[in-house]
């Protein structure tokens, strides 16, 4: 059993490793405002490397090829981070000093910006969107009422109600935030509507027949019907999200990732731009997994009833 | 078998779907110590005539009683098994079983004293934290024979239980429910397409055919209880489902003639 | 008393307003309603409102310059979901059949789905340029790595009963792969394609805006801006009935030619 799950793993670090190899060498072939490796010439033992490989077909590399992953550490600003930490954690308690790092750091200040507008609309869009796919699993009705029109907002680009959200609330959060919500809610709304058309009506036949109350009906049976659906919906809104958000921080008033984005490609800053790339990529990917892992424990019983 | 007071009484029972009238004139009083069968080809509206009994369809003439109560929506006391099972997939079997219980709002001590004789009433002992999907039809359906029986109810509404399980286990699962019935003798109206379900479980055959249907006869099943397996071997129980085939048949015989009339 | 008494009677009225008909355009026309009525009452006179775009449409539909940047951005998109297409079905395919493929490049190309197509639009511009090249760059990345994981997951989940069944009766290998994989992956790949084409009109808008191509992302962009935000809502409508309408299509042949399909695709 050990075995199998070490090859396991073996087969996907063997996967990261050969990704980030083709990565390192396609990095070092460019000039560092067209692309850029993994580690480049900020690291010695990368640079040693390449050197030596290039010394192997009689030449040098000239020009610095700043890497991702030394500019991400950059960005991060580790050691002033340490420092406004001490600087206030003395005086003001470790929260204050907290604080005052993440703000020290522009990788972080970024991050935890863009964090903020992200949970904002998509927890919005989940309330909404859930609460709303519940009722029109209660209440057929109300589905047949709204499902073509939730069907067509679905399929229609959100990104193109951008120039008007602009125009008409302007460019500050709480515009972003209606952004960001308008990418999640759709998928969510979509996905619950799904629920709702699927919820077998001998579910509701058996809560009929033993005198159910409504709030019972409810618990027993609408919420844990949808909520499997809720949460495939939860993972594609998380997608558009993530698109939205940094959607919203290029295009209304620069800030979080999405400024880091703009303002390192404009310093023709390829590194910066791949690492930005890389955190939000990053984010994306544990919010996805988070919610399979979510899923997977506290509703195994979806498998056997699709 | 003696005389007992009658727990259900139907009169006049009658239903209608728009125009199309699918029972009339149903008259029936089901005993208080008493299994009632209700036989009828497919489409003749038994399964819609246990749901208006139950509570769960409005019907549109007449009336049902159960213990003299004028049934408009499911009573508390009155308990029904459902063809689809109807356990709720997120629920282990323990949790399905407590349902009607907690609607009930029993108090939790007698929740958790109930649920495990229930589960090993019916010979789910050791399943009671698995789903529904990790059961076999068999078996989810011994879990919704649970689920009625742990309200203990006065009245059990039988919707063809076992007509969507293999034959091998409906054969097992008909003895089972007889045995378990037998434990704590009270109403119960069982209704189904197989003759010989109708005559093994039943006290009486209720056959319902015609279009609009209406109970066409009453055969009394006098075999000796408990039934077993020897009783589907006696003379008497072969009779009696030949009694009721000849009367259910007619109809088609009937119809035949209509369709070939050469 | 349970919350759910038997009631058998309804009046006419509430009869005719629960067909299925009333209730959606109803409901649409109640919509309509509500938008109209908040803009009047809270908004400038520049917002967009029902009344506004109504007016608007004759002549923006009118239009040739509307048309020719719509023509522009969906004639890129439909091209982009060609290359997309043949690109990532073979991929696909590979990833589905040969498994050393699928665990070297499962990690990645998932990353590269999970990546937020935006984030690219600086990189790409970069590469490309404020041009249509750096548009139809993220209307493939925008469009690829769907196709690819919906094509991978159709090979691969071929229901073992069919293979069963059709060796039972001593079909040949061709039989299998062209009668039976290649068909019971299709309904997989027209699930990505639904996907892709969403994902490839949002990249389409997204680097218009950004980008200042034009196309109709674009056009909504000016218009908005220069207070014609109804003639800018036509465009939205023109967007929104092409997403529509593929969608529709797409459903149309899995239930047309495919009625047996169950699954969705993998979102």
């Known amino acids: ?306 | 078998m003696s005389a007992n007071a009658a727990r259900i009484t139907i009169s006049g029972l009658g239903k209608s779907y728009g125009s199309l009238n699918v029972f009339r004139d149903i008259n029936l009083q089901v005993g208080d110590i008493e299994i009632v069968s209700i036989l009828g080809p497919s489409g003749c509206g038994k399964t819609t005539l246990l749901r208006a009994i139950d509570g769960l369809l409005p019907y549109d003439e007449g009336e049902v009683r159960i213990e003299g109560q004028l049934v408009r929506e499911p009573l508390p006391g009155v308990a029904m098994v459902f063809q689809h099972f109807g356990l709720f997939p997120w629920k282990t079997v323990a949790r399905n079983v407590a349902y009607g219980l907690e609607l009930a709002r029993a108090p939790k001590a007698e929740i958790r004293e109930k649920v495990p004789y229930f589960i090993e009433l019916v010979g789910l002992k050791g399943f009671e934290d698995c789903y529904p999907y990790e059961l076999s039809g068999g078996m989810q359906q011994r879990c919704g024979f649970a689920r009625a029986l742990a309200t203990e109810p006065n009245v059990l509404l039988m919707d063809e239980p076992f007509g969507a399980i293999d034959a091998q286990t409906r054969e097992i699962l008909q003895f089972e429910l007889l045995r378990i019935w037998n434990m704590r003798r009270t109403s119960m109206v069982f209704v189904t397409h197989s003759i010989e379900e109708a005559v093994l479980m039943g006290d009486r055959v209720i056959i319902l055919k015609g279009r609009p249907s209406t109970i066409s006869d009453v055969i009394a099943i006098d075999l000796p209880r408990p039934r077993s397996r020897e009783t589907l071997q006696s003379p008497r129980f072969a009779q009696l489902r030949e009694q009721v085939w000849a009367t259910l048949v007619d109809d088609v015989k009937r119809a035949e003639f209509v369709l070939n009339p050469a | 008393m349970s919350a759910m008494a038997v009631t058998s009677s309804s009046t006419p009225l509430a009869a005719f307003l629960r067909r299925p008909a009333v209730l959606k355009i109803g409901t649409g026309l109640a919509l309509l309603l509500l938008w109209e009525v908040t803009v009047r009452l809270f908004g400038a006179p520049f917002v967009v409102r029902p009344s506004g775009v109504f007016a608007a449409m004759p002549a923006a539909l009118g239009d040739a310059k509307l048309w020719a940047m719509a023509w522009s951005s969906l004639s890129a998109v439909f091209l982009g979901l060609v290359i997309s297409l043949i690109i990532g079905t073979v991929i696909g395919v590979a990833m589905g059949r040969v498994p050393w493929v699928n665990r070297v490049s499962e990690l990645w190309v998932n990353s590269f789905y999970t990546m937020p197509m935006v984030a690219i639009l600086p990189l790409l511009t970069m590469w490309f340029g404020f041009t249509e090249t750096a548009r139809f760059a993220i209307i493939v990345f925008a469009a690829l790595f769907s196709i690819i994981i919906n094509v991978a997951d159709g090979v691969r989940s071929v229901p073992r009963e069919y293979i069963e069944v059709a060796q039972s009766f001593r079909a040949r290998r061709s039989d299998i792969w062209f009668g039976i994989s290649l068909l019971a992956s299709v309904p997989y790949l027209i699930a990505g394609i639904r996907l892709a084409v969403g994902r490839a009109l949002v990249g389409t808008v997204l680097a218009e805006i950004y980008a200042s191509v034009e196309g109709v992302g674009y056009f909504i962009l000016v218009n908005a801006r220069s207070l014609e935000q109804n003639t800018a809502m036509c465009a939205v409508l023109i967007l929104a009935a092409f997403g529509i309408a593929v969608d529709a299509m797409m459903g149309f042949t899995l239930k047309r030619w495919f009625p047996w399909y169950r699954r969705e695709g993998r979102q």
């Open chain 1, 1 to 306: 059993m050990n075995a199998l799950m070490s090859h396991r793993w073996s087969q996907v670090l063997l996967s990261i490793f050969t990704g980030l190899m083709i990565w390192e060498i396609a990095g070092w072939q460019f000039n560092s405002a067209f692309f850029a490796p993994v580690l480049g010439s900020d690291t010695p033992f990368a640079n040693a490397i390449a050197q030596w490989i290039a010394g192997l077909f009689g030449k040098t590399i000239a020009e610095p090829h700043p890497g991702t992953v030394p500019k991400l550490i950059s960005m991060l600003a580790a050691a002033d981070m340490r420092e406004a930490f001490w600087e206030v954690a003395g005086e003001q308690g470790w929260i204050a000093g907290v604080q005052r790092a993440v703000e020290a750091s522009t990788l972080l200040k970024a991050v935890s910006e863009s964090i903020m507008l992200f949970i904002t609309g998509l927890a919005l869009a989940l309330l909404i969107g859930l609460f709303l796919g519940m009722a029109m699993a209660r209440l057929p009705n109300l589905r047949i009422a709204l499902e073509h029109y939730i069907l067509a907002l679905y399929s229609t680009p959100m990104a193109a109600l951008i120039p008007f959200i602009l125009a008409i609330f302007g460019f500050e959060f709480w515009p972003k935030v209606l952004v960001v919500f308008l990418f999640a809610l759709f998928p969510i709304l979509y996905n619950t509507l799904e629920g709702a058309r699927s919820l077998k009506p001998e579910y509701v036949e058996v809560s009929k027949a033993f005198r159910s109350s409504e709030w019972r009906l409810w618990t027993d049976i609408i919420i844990p019907y949808t909520l499997p659906f809720g949460l495939t919906g939860l993972r594609q809104g998380i997608a558009r999200a993530l698109v939205g958000m940094v959607a919203s921080e290029i295009l209304l008033n620069p800030a979080g990732i999405g400024d880091v984005l703009v303002s390192r490609s404009q310093a023709f800053d390829m590194a910066g731009v791949l690492a930005a790339i890389t955190i939000v990529t990053v984010l994306g990917a544990t919010l996805m997994a988070s919610v399979r892992g979510f899923e997977n424990r506290y509703v195994k019983w979806r498998n056997a009833v699709r």
